[in-house]
């Protein structure tokens, strides 16, 4: 049964940009009309604002500017709301605490969010800064019974999925440098990684951790970090509404993995990666390992593999290494 707190916050948020009336909102709890100012009291010491106006009753008029469990689950639609969402003020990783709770037993899905990381990483175990800062730290836990094959372009998926409910939530379109980073202008604003546990021919558990820099100003990052990353209140020009941004996402991320499972991916991944790949056409060096080819990037294949076409018209299949842009020329 959803807590008095949540009922509040989503009748007013129903309510928006009108007014709930307190009447309402005690038959809707059962509770007195003084225990409904009770609730909201306590909202406000977590940095809610309530304008109350006679005969009117309550509007919401200020929300908190970091992440609230609470107000999240709030604007969740109503398909998303039974899939458990936890919120740590600090953790070592997302990624690790969602591994934790999947080999606890926790049924999956579920999400894991966190307002800081003391251990947070990327790809090939790089650091990933994660400080309060007003940025979005999350995994998403599954067990989706698939075979490893099937894997091979899920990060590719959620990526170009991911642009888009940038792109129509912010009104800014980043682009998707393979295989997992979102960028603008060549600064990093995200990136992803996708850790899976496979026994024998199946895939067990799937966590996929985002790192998403959402309203961090350019001080908020040490030193050559400040050159290198955005954020998407920069790229707007104002800060985001952090925990509606964030029930976007979830639900965006949930669709996205449906998709995958069912397999309705397939038709629209090479078009949806087309539209953000920041690399087709652009000279590229890859490196994997020891193997080392410069040439120009022609997108991906159905397999998610990077294709590099070489000075000999040549062309090449990468599954992973590191890629640098450059200069044309």
């Not at 393979?178 to 995200?190: E, I, S, T």
């Amino acid at each position: 049964m959803p807590s008095s707190n949540l009922v509040i916050l989503r009748e007013a948020l129903a309510a928006e940009p009108g007014f709930v009336s307190g009447a309402a909102l005690a038959r809707k709890l059962g509770v007195s009309r003084v225990a409904v100012w009770q609730h909201m009291e306590r909202l406000r010491g977590q940095g809610f604002v309530f304008e109350a106006v006679k005969s009117r009753g309550y509007r919401l008029a200020g929300r908190p500017a970091t992440l609230h469990a609470t107000f999240i689950e709030a604007h969740l639609q109503s398909r998303e709301r039974d899939v458990p969402l936890t919120l740590l003020n600090s953790v070592d990783s997302t990624n690790d605490e969602a591994v934790r709770l999947l080999a606890a037993g926790q049924p999956a899905p579920f999400v894991v969010l966190a307002q800081r990381q003391t251990c947070g990483r990327g790809r090939l175990g790089r650091v990933w800064h994660s400080e309060v800062n007003g940025n979005l730290y999350a995994s998403f836990a599954f067990r989706p019974r698939l075979t490893p094959a099937r894997l091979a372009t899920f990060t590719l998926w959620m990526g170009a999925s991911l642009c888009e409910l940038i792109a129509n939530f912010c009104g800014v379109r980043p682009g998707l440098k393979w295989p997992n980073d979102l960028l603008f202008d060549g600064r990093k604003a995200g990136g992803m990684l996708t850790e899976a546990r496979i026994d024998a021919d199946q895939v067990r558990d799937l966590v996929f951790g985002l790192g998403l820099n959402v309203n961090s100003a350019a001080s908020a990052w040490p030193g050559e970090l400040a050159r290198h990353a955005t954020s998407l209140a920069a790229q707007t020009g104002a800060p985001l509404d952090l925990n509606r941004f964030t029930a976007a996402l979830i639900g965006r991320v949930l669709l996205a993995y449906g998709q995958f499972i069912a397999g309705d991916h397939l038709d629209k991944i090479a078009d949806l990666w087309h539209r953000h790949d920041i690399l087709r056409g652009r000279p590229v060096t890859v490196l994997q390992g020891t193997r080392r080819i410069t040439g120009t990037a022609r997108g991906i294949d159905d397999a998610g593999s990077l294709l590099i076409r070489d000075e000999r018209g040549r062309t090449h299949r990468f599954t992973a290494g590191e890629v640098t842009l450059e200069k044309a020329g």
